[in-house]
Nanobody, 117 residues
Framework: QVQLVESGGGLVQAGGSLRLSCAAS????????MAWYRQAPGKQREWVAR????????SYADSVKGRFTISRDVAKNTVYLQMNSLRPEDTAVYFC??????????WGQGTQVTVSS
């Protein structure tokens, strides 16, 4: 089971930026993909962005498209989420997910992002 450790969350004013990191305990090319999800208080967890391991293709939820960027450093087995133009509605716990080639997945512990208005 891959271990995922997120970092980089915090408190930021609306319009500001944060970069989240997710360090994986395995070579990320052993995985199908890695993704970021978020869960706001009282809401279901929602998908934010994904990066496919082979080829690096990325995809985004409509709510973050143009503001967030998912990327990776393969040498560090780390995936990032650059978040710009943050809004109060982006406030949530952000989780990193690793998807295996057999369809299973693993999750990090989450990191809190709070955007003040």
């Amino acid at each position: 089971q891959v271990q995922l450790v997120e970092s980089g969350g915090g408190l930021v004013q609306a319009g500001g930026s944060l970069r989240l990191s997710c360090a994986a305990s395995t070579n990320i090319f052993r995985l199908n993909s890695m993704a970021w999800y978020r869960q706001a208080p009282g809401k279901q967890r929602e998908w934010v962005a994904r990066i496919i391991s082979v080829g690096g293709r990325t995809s985004y939820a409509d709510s973050v498209k143009g503001r967030f960027t998912i990327s990776r450093d393969v040498a560090k087995n780390t995936v990032y989420l650059q978040m710009n133009s943050l809004r109060p509605e982006d406030t949530a716990v952000y989780f990193c997910q690793a998807r295996y080639n057999d369809g299973g997945d693993a999750w990090g512990q989450g990191t809190q992002v709070t955007v003040s208005s």
